[in-house]
């Protein structure tokens, strides 16, 4: 943000706060949606994870642009369960860095020219309860539309109080395509991802309808109990003969203020972004949703 503007922002705040007081979603102090210090905590920082239900290291790729602790946790928590739908906007930077390094993520190696979005859709039970779906909102608000792809079968419950067996069990069968998506590839989104047993879920059903899944990105993904390989931007896992896993390649950030990652076109459907690198000059795939 321009310096010239941070003192404007702040004066419209104050005025707002007066007419319409409000406590920050991270951390309850008075007057912001969001304060400066909980803003700063949500500043994006992609790592690509694996889950089981995915595959593994060999399967679809998550790409997150948080961890779900502390900051991150408690705005997510206040923009799902207590429709604090103000904070979303705090939220979008970890969403669209997250789709622009899952872009990054080519199916079988090779780059994908056109990629769709699919939001993993609400059950209809809370979609009644809060008004409107979390995944859609925190879309809207990082710039894109997304069409509707998928939909929820009667029966599903919330994954949110589930444990990882009751979250397989609750997941499995619960989503199914609207049509047929042959010949199109999507980009999985959702909001958290703790298990990855609803990814997974949204995967086959549209894999069932002829589709092809790249990637996955979610605002934030949980840490493990268990170890899994969470990678920064732009690295990879490499297996040697002995079964000794290291990271290879050259990490790098996707971060706005990065010239390396410099968006070239955007608009209402969609941002292209290039990689400018030295001695590379590979068009990221353009996003559609």
Known sequence: MPPLARPVRAAVL??????????????????????????????????????????????????????????????IRSMKDAQRTDAAAALAPALRAALAAACRDPV??????????????????????????????????????????????????????????????????????LRRLDGRTFLVVDDVVTTGSTLAEAVRA???????????????????RVPEISLPVGERPVTSAGGRTTVSGQAWSNHPSNPGDTPVDGGRHGTEHRRTQPGSDRSIPRLRG
């Open 14 to 75: 104050d005025a707002l706060a007066l007419v319409l007081p409000v406590d920050c979603a991270g951390c309850g102090a008075p007057d912001r949606s969001v304060c400066d210090a909980c803003r700063a905590a949500l500043e994006p920082a992609p790592v690509r994870t694996s889950r089981a239900a995915l595959g593994g290291t060999d399967g679809i790729a998550v790409w997150a642009g948080l961890e779900y602790a502390g900051i991150a946790s408690s705005v």
């Open 108 to 177: 079988g190696g090779m780059p994908t020219t056109r990629l769709e979005i699919a939001a993993v859709p609400s059950t209809r039970a809370a979609r009644r309860e809060r008004g409107y779906e979390p995944v859609r909102l925190l879309l809207g608000r990082a710039g894109y539309r997304a069409p509707a792809v998928l939909r929820t079968r009667e029966g599903r419950l919330d994954q949110a109080h589930l444990g990882r067996e009751a979250r397989r069990a609750n997941a499995a069968g619960s989503m199914a395509p």
């Open 206 to 224: 549209i894999r069932s309808a002829g589709g092809t899944v790249q990637a996955a990105a979610v605002v934030a993904h949980t840490p493990r």
